[in-house]
């Protein structure tokens, strides 16, 4: 039986092999992963230099020469940012996004393949989004973003039906306190996404009312990111926007169903208090207050 350690090197040894990391000329298109990659992450929207990097993880000699190979092949143009000549923005050229559109299909048919060959479909991607939510915890960006975008829906939906597993009498959210999208957005409040990448991994939003109080509402992590402390950054950033927008009085409900919850509100400085509400799937009540 292989030890931790031993699966962790057997597992990155399949990935290298699969994703063709060490192929001259990744999926046929001559030219190795790491140029493809830079091509990839500036059709995908990125043109700051420095973020693209970031991005990708890579020192600035590497990614100056991963530029320069790709200017060279005529796929790129870099040029000075119009507001901050420190700074370097790349595009690419009509050549470049056909080279892209070429990576996306091939790319596409790829995985469609990997995927075909397994029987548990479902339990291979769960797998995969633990294995990346795991590796890329500290690229996890909060956005804040309109509740009724479509990776805010994507969090919504998956949250409800998460609850719909978990309390016993199910849950259906016509017959929750529902907060409108107006009040979760600025100036009454917020809804914030985590993001791994283009995948939204959690959520929480901050409604504004008309008593003295605002609301948390919707605080919900994927099951791939749970154990990254992603809640309680969700919450601290919650709170955050509560001061910005001048809330020193916070309120929240849940179920004792979910215990991890419960846990983190007593953990971060949320009392309990009396019911506050007649919504008919709470049974825990907290109250924070907050400075400006």
Request: aromatic share 6%.
């Amino acid at each position: 039986m292989l030890d931790p350690i031993s699966r962790v090197r057997r597992f990155n040894r399949a990935v290298t092999s699969a994703v063709g990391a060490l192929d001259t000329s990744f999926l046929g298109r001559g030219r190795p992963l790491g140029a493809a990659r830079v091509l990839n992450a500036i059709g995908h929207g990125r043109s700051d230099v420095a973020e693209i990097r970031d991005y990708l993880g890579l020192d600035s000699g590497l990614m100056s020469r991963l530029l320069r190979s790709l200017e060279d092949e005529g796929l790129v143009e870099t040029t000075t940012h119009e507001d901050d000549a420190r700074r370097r923005v790349a595009t690419l050229t009509r050549t470049g996004r056909r080279e892209f559109a070429a990576y996306e299909a091939l790319s596409n048919t790829q995985a469609e393949g990997f995927l075909a060959q397994h029987s548990q479909r479902e339990a291979l991607l769960a797998a995969m989004d633990l294995i990346a939510s795991a590796l890329t915890r500290e690229r996890v960006a909060l956005d804040e973003m309109d509740p009724r975008s479509e990776e805010a829906r994507y969090c919504l939906r998956e949250y409800y039906s998460e609850l719909g597993r978990r309390f016993k009498q199910g849950f259906d959210v016509s017959l929750s306190r529902d907060p409108d999208a107006k009040d979760m957005r600025r100036p009454r409040g917020t809804f914030i996404v985590a993001m791994s990448d283009t995948l939204p991994i959690g959520c929480v939003g901050l409604k504004g009312t008309d008593h003295g109080y605002a609301e948390i509402k919707r605080l919900w992590v994927a099951p791939a990111a749970r154990g990254l402390r992603l809640g309680r950054r969700l919450m601290d950033a919650a709170e955050n926007a509560a001061r910005d927008l001048g809330i020193t009085l916070l309120r929240l409900d849940t179920n004792s169903a979910l215990a991890e919850a419960g846990q983190l509100y007593r953990s971060t400085g949320w009392r309990e208090i009396p019911r506050f509400n007649d919504d008919p799937y709470p049974d825990l009540f907290f109250e924070k207050h907050i400075q400006s």
